[in-house]
């Protein structure tokens, strides 16, 4: 089966650039769509298909996607972006997230 | 504005059945694909169902295949997880989500928890 692998935790100083990696075999080939989830709340789409923001996501999120690693930038972080991401693709007809990472704004 | 409300969780004992209902509104259901995602407490997401807009193409994660039932009524903009022989390990929170594999899925409920214990 297709796994995707994130990072557990990912600290970041106030102001600062985070990136969150997701790695998979050949996923540059795949579309890959982020997850933003806050605790006790529903997961919120950030960017899908590799880098496209949806509307009201800030310009501060940013997504990339190459040979065997995805990432998610947040730059400029903010003490709100505090959260749990997920990666997630689509694996012929079935639907893979990654483990999540903690993002921790310092 | 778009909305899912899903409904039905509760308590259920091991190899007993629940069926979750997830209503939408706010847009075109019928012309939209649709997922069940849950959450185990303190875990992360995990798809569990996929259907299409005409309810003629179907998925289920390997976890769940044979066990679970997704489908749609259009005319009543609803979308429905019918949950037999469910074990501990089925205890999370349902999430209905809209969305399909080019555009992520863009939309969720608030969902509603499911307690498999006796």
């Known amino acids: 089966s297709y796994e995707l692998t994130q990072p557990l935790s990912v600290s970041v100083a106030l102001g600062q650039t985070a990136r969150i990696t997701c790695g998979g075999n050949?996923?540059?080939?795949?579309?890959v769509h982020w997850y933003q989830q806050k605790p006790g709340q529903a997961p919120v789409l950030v960017i899908y298909r590799d880098s496209n923001r949806p509307s009201g996501i800030p310009e501060r999120f940013s997504g990339s996607n190459s040979g065997n690693t995805a990432t998610l930038t947040i730059s400029r972080a903010q003490a709100g972006d505090e959260a749990d991401y997920y990666c997630?693709?689509?694996?012929?007809?079935?639907?893979?997230f990654g483990g999540g990472t903690k993002l921790t704004v310092l | 504005e778009v909305q899912l409300v899903e409904s039905g969780g509760g308590l259920v004992q091991p190899g007993g059945s629940l069926r979750l209902s997830c209503a939408a509104s706010g847009f075109t259901f019928s012309s939209y694909e649709m997922n069940w995602v849950r959450q185990a407490p303190g875990k992360g997401l995990e798809w569990v169902s996929y259907i299409s807009s005409s309810g003629s193409t179907i998925y289920y994660a390997d976890s769940v295949k044979g066990r679970f039932t997704i489908s749609r009524d259009n005319a009543k903009n609803s979308l429905y997880l019918q949950m037999n022989s469910l074990r501990a390990e089925d205890t999370a929170v349902y999430y209905c989500?809209?969305?399909?594999?080019?555009?992520?899925?863009?939309?969720w409920g608030q969902g509603t928890l499911v307690t498999v214990s006796s």
């Open positions: 997630q693709v689509w694996d012929s007809s079935l639907v893979r």
């Open positions: 989500a809209r969305g399909n594999r080019r555009g992520g899925f863009d939309y």
């Open positions: 050949n996923i540059g080939s795949k579309n």
